[in-house]
Antibody, heavy 123, light 107 residues
Framework: QVQLVQSGAEVKKPGASVKVSCKAS????????MHWVRQAPGQGLEWMGI????????RNAQKFQGRITMTRDTSTSTVYMELSSLSSEDTAVYYC????????????????WGQGTLVTVSS | DIQMTQSPSSLSASAGDRVTIACRAS??????LNWYQQKPGEAPKFLIY???SLQSGVPSRFSGSGSGTDFTLTISSLQPEDFATYYC?????????FGQGTKVEIK
Protein backbone atom coordinates (compact mmCIF):
# COMPACT_ATOMS: atom_id res chain seq x y z
CA GLN A 1 0.00 0.00 0.00
CA VAL A 2 1.02 3.59 -0.50
CA GLN A 3 3.13 4.92 2.35
CA LEU A 4 4.60 8.37 2.81
CA VAL A 5 6.99 8.65 5.75
CA GLN A 6 8.19 12.11 6.76
CA SER A 7 11.14 13.27 8.77
CA GLY A 8 10.86 14.20 12.42
CA ALA A 9 9.87 17.37 14.22
CA GLU A 10 12.09 20.43 13.98
CA VAL A 11 12.63 23.51 16.11
CA LYS A 12 14.09 26.51 14.31
CA LYS A 13 14.91 30.10 15.14
CA PRO A 14 13.39 32.98 13.21
CA GLY A 15 15.26 33.62 10.00
CA ALA A 16 16.49 30.05 9.68
CA SER A 17 15.55 27.43 7.10
CA VAL A 18 14.02 23.99 7.49
CA LYS A 19 14.13 21.00 5.17
CA VAL A 20 11.48 18.29 5.48
CA SER A 21 11.72 14.95 3.73
CA CYS A 22 9.02 12.55 2.57
CA LYS A 23 9.94 8.99 1.55
CA ALA A 24 7.43 7.20 -0.63
CA SER A 25 6.84 3.48 -0.99
CA UNK A 26 4.19 1.10 -2.26
CA UNK A 27 3.88 2.61 -5.75
CA UNK A 28 6.05 3.77 -8.64
CA UNK A 29 7.45 7.01 -7.27
CA UNK A 30 8.02 8.72 -10.60
CA UNK A 31 4.43 8.10 -11.72
CA UNK A 32 2.85 10.60 -9.36
CA UNK A 33 3.33 14.26 -8.57
CA MET A 34 3.69 15.21 -4.91
CA HIS A 35 2.23 18.16 -3.06
CA TRP A 36 3.11 19.96 0.15
CA VAL A 37 0.31 21.16 2.42
CA ARG A 38 0.66 22.79 5.82
CA GLN A 39 -1.57 23.31 8.83
CA ALA A 40 -0.90 25.88 11.52
CA PRO A 41 -1.92 24.87 15.08
CA GLY A 42 -5.69 24.71 15.36
CA GLN A 43 -6.08 26.08 11.84
CA GLY A 44 -7.07 24.87 8.41
CA LEU A 45 -5.08 23.44 5.53
CA GLU A 46 -2.95 25.44 3.10
CA TRP A 47 -1.55 24.21 -0.21
CA MET A 48 2.08 25.18 -0.67
CA GLY A 49 3.27 23.64 -3.92
CA ILE A 50 3.71 20.64 -6.20
CA UNK A 51 6.68 18.78 -7.62
CA UNK A 52 6.93 16.44 -10.58
CA UNK A 53 8.52 13.40 -8.97
CA UNK A 54 9.93 12.33 -12.33
CA UNK A 55 11.28 15.48 -13.99
CA UNK A 56 11.58 17.66 -10.89
CA UNK A 57 9.61 20.66 -12.18
CA UNK A 58 7.86 22.60 -9.45
CA ARG A 59 5.05 25.10 -9.00
CA ASN A 60 4.29 26.83 -5.74
CA ALA A 61 1.67 29.09 -4.28
CA GLN A 62 2.51 32.73 -4.82
CA LYS A 63 2.54 33.26 -1.05
CA PHE A 64 5.72 31.17 -0.76
CA GLN A 65 7.48 32.51 -3.84
CA GLY A 66 11.18 32.94 -3.17
CA ARG A 67 11.08 31.03 0.11
CA ILE A 68 10.19 27.47 -0.88
CA THR A 69 12.35 24.92 -2.65
CA MET A 70 11.02 21.49 -3.55
CA THR A 71 13.33 18.76 -4.81
CA ARG A 72 13.25 15.02 -5.29
CA ASP A 73 15.68 12.10 -5.29
CA THR A 74 14.40 9.35 -7.54
CA SER A 75 17.06 6.91 -6.31
CA THR A 76 15.53 6.94 -2.83
CA SER A 77 11.92 7.82 -3.76
CA THR A 78 12.11 10.87 -1.55
CA VAL A 79 10.83 14.41 -1.97
CA TYR A 80 12.07 17.37 0.02
CA MET A 81 10.60 20.73 0.92
CA GLU A 82 12.84 23.50 2.17
CA LEU A 83 11.37 26.72 3.56
CA SER A 84 13.63 29.66 4.27
CA SER A 85 13.39 32.94 6.22
CA LEU A 86 11.19 31.30 8.81
CA SER A 87 8.99 33.35 11.12
CA SER A 88 6.61 32.38 13.90
CA GLU A 89 3.83 32.32 11.31
CA ASP A 90 5.49 29.30 9.73
CA THR A 91 4.93 27.20 12.85
CA ALA A 92 2.80 24.39 11.49
CA VAL A 93 2.53 20.72 10.65
CA TYR A 94 3.85 20.16 7.14
CA TYR A 95 2.41 17.30 5.08
CA CYS A 96 3.46 15.72 1.83
CA UNK A 97 0.48 14.40 -0.13
CA UNK A 98 0.36 12.40 -3.33
CA UNK A 99 -1.54 13.52 -6.42
CA UNK A 100 -3.67 10.54 -7.50
CA UNK A 101 -3.37 11.04 -11.24
CA UNK A 102 -0.64 8.86 -12.78
CA UNK A 103 1.81 10.00 -15.41
CA UNK A 104 2.21 13.55 -16.61
CA UNK A 105 -1.25 14.70 -15.57
CA UNK A 106 -2.12 15.98 -12.14
CA UNK A 107 -5.45 16.84 -10.67
CA UNK A 108 -4.55 18.76 -7.49
CA UNK A 109 -6.27 16.27 -5.25
CA UNK A 110 -4.48 14.56 -2.37
CA UNK A 111 -5.14 10.83 -2.05
CA UNK A 112 -2.38 9.71 0.34
CA TRP A 113 -0.71 11.77 3.04
CA GLY A 114 2.41 11.59 5.13
CA GLN A 115 2.09 11.57 8.89
CA GLY A 116 3.09 15.22 9.11
CA THR A 117 6.17 17.02 10.40
CA LEU A 118 5.78 19.65 13.10
CA VAL A 119 8.00 22.66 12.52
CA THR A 120 8.18 25.08 15.43
CA VAL A 121 9.72 28.50 14.90
CA SER A 122 10.69 30.14 18.15
CA SER A 123 13.44 32.34 19.46
CA ASP B 1 -7.64 33.46 -5.06
CA ILE B 2 -10.81 31.40 -4.79
CA GLN B 3 -12.24 31.55 -1.27
CA MET B 4 -13.94 28.46 0.12
CA THR B 5 -16.50 28.94 2.88
CA GLN B 6 -17.97 26.06 4.84
CA SER B 7 -21.07 26.07 7.00
CA PRO B 8 -21.63 25.41 9.73
CA SER B 9 -18.22 25.73 11.41
CA SER B 10 -19.29 23.07 13.87
CA LEU B 11 -22.28 20.89 14.58
CA SER B 12 -23.40 18.45 17.22
CA ALA B 13 -25.10 15.26 16.14
CA SER B 14 -25.91 11.79 17.40
CA ALA B 15 -24.98 8.47 15.93
CA GLY B 16 -27.50 7.56 13.25
CA ASP B 17 -28.25 11.17 12.33
CA ARG B 18 -28.12 12.45 8.78
CA VAL B 19 -25.55 15.23 8.54
CA THR B 20 -25.07 17.79 5.78
CA ILE B 21 -22.13 20.16 5.42
CA ALA B 22 -22.15 23.00 2.93
CA CYS B 23 -19.23 24.47 1.01
CA ARG B 24 -19.42 27.60 -1.13
CA ALA B 25 -16.79 28.82 -3.59
CA SER B 26 -16.24 32.50 -4.37
CA UNK B 27 -16.07 31.71 -8.09
CA UNK B 28 -17.30 29.00 -10.43
CA UNK B 29 -15.26 25.86 -9.86
CA UNK B 30 -17.46 23.56 -11.96
CA UNK B 31 -17.08 20.22 -10.14
CA UNK B 32 -13.44 20.66 -9.11
CA LEU B 33 -14.34 20.13 -5.47
CA ASN B 34 -12.93 17.55 -3.09
CA TRP B 35 -13.67 16.54 0.52
CA TYR B 36 -11.36 15.36 3.29
CA GLN B 37 -11.85 14.04 6.82
CA GLN B 38 -9.38 14.78 9.58
CA LYS B 39 -9.29 13.35 13.08
CA PRO B 40 -7.24 14.95 15.87
CA GLY B 41 -3.53 14.26 15.55
CA GLU B 42 -3.94 12.56 12.18
CA ALA B 43 -3.37 13.48 8.56
CA PRO B 44 -6.43 14.22 6.44
CA LYS B 45 -8.14 11.37 4.64
CA PHE B 46 -9.41 11.68 1.05
CA LEU B 47 -13.16 11.09 0.87
CA ILE B 48 -14.72 12.48 -2.30
CA TYR B 49 -13.31 13.93 -5.51
CA UNK B 50 -14.83 15.98 -8.31
CA UNK B 51 -17.82 16.84 -6.16
CA UNK B 52 -19.53 13.46 -6.12
CA SER B 53 -17.12 10.57 -6.75
CA LEU B 54 -16.40 8.39 -3.76
CA GLN B 55 -12.74 7.56 -3.18
CA SER B 56 -12.00 3.84 -3.09
CA GLY B 57 -12.57 2.32 0.35
CA VAL B 58 -14.76 5.15 1.65
CA PRO B 59 -18.10 3.95 3.06
CA SER B 60 -21.15 4.58 0.92
CA ARG B 61 -22.86 6.57 3.70
CA PHE B 62 -20.68 9.47 2.48
CA SER B 63 -21.90 11.33 -0.57
CA GLY B 64 -21.23 14.63 -2.27
CA SER B 65 -23.15 16.84 -4.63
CA GLY B 66 -23.12 20.23 -6.27
CA SER B 67 -21.52 22.19 -9.06
CA GLY B 68 -20.54 25.75 -9.81
CA THR B 69 -20.27 27.47 -6.44
CA ASP B 70 -22.41 25.41 -4.06
CA PHE B 71 -21.59 21.94 -2.78
CA THR B 72 -22.65 19.60 -0.01
CA LEU B 73 -21.19 16.64 1.81
CA THR B 74 -23.77 14.30 3.33
CA ILE B 75 -23.30 11.53 5.83
CA SER B 76 -26.48 9.47 5.65
CA SER B 77 -26.20 7.79 9.04
CA LEU B 78 -23.48 9.12 11.30
CA GLN B 79 -21.23 6.48 12.82
CA PRO B 80 -19.02 6.90 15.91
CA GLU B 81 -15.89 6.89 13.73
CA ASP B 82 -17.24 9.83 11.69
CA PHE B 83 -16.77 12.38 14.43
CA ALA B 84 -14.02 14.52 12.91
CA THR B 85 -13.37 17.76 11.05
CA TYR B 86 -14.30 17.91 7.37
CA TYR B 87 -12.65 20.14 4.77
CA CYS B 88 -13.64 21.00 1.23
CA UNK B 89 -10.92 21.93 -1.28
CA UNK B 90 -11.09 23.38 -4.75
CA UNK B 91 -8.84 21.99 -7.48
CA UNK B 92 -9.93 24.46 -10.18
CA UNK B 93 -7.11 27.02 -9.98
CA UNK B 94 -4.05 27.84 -7.89
CA UNK B 95 -3.66 28.29 -5.02
CA UNK B 96 -5.73 25.19 -4.34
CA UNK B 97 -7.62 26.47 -1.35
CA PHE B 98 -9.45 24.69 1.44
CA GLY B 99 -12.49 25.64 3.45
CA GLN B 100 -11.97 26.49 7.10
CA GLY B 101 -13.37 23.14 8.22
CA THR B 102 -16.53 21.83 9.85
CA LYS B 103 -16.14 20.01 13.13
CA VAL B 104 -18.69 17.26 13.71
CA GLU B 105 -19.05 16.60 17.43
CA ILE B 106 -20.99 14.16 19.52
CA LYS B 107 -24.25 15.50 20.91
Amino acid sequence: QVQLVQSGAEVKKPGASVKVSCKASGYTFTNHYMHWVRQAPGQGLEWMGIINSSGGATRNAQKFQGRITMTRDTSTSTVYMELSSLSSEDTAVYYCARDPSPGESHVFQFDSWGQGTLVTVSS
Amino acid sequence: DIQMTQSPSSLSASAGDRVTIACRASDNIYTYLNWYQQKPGEAPKFLIYEASSLQSGVPSRFSGSGSGTDFTLTISSLQPEDFATYYCQQSRSPPYTFGQGTKVEIK
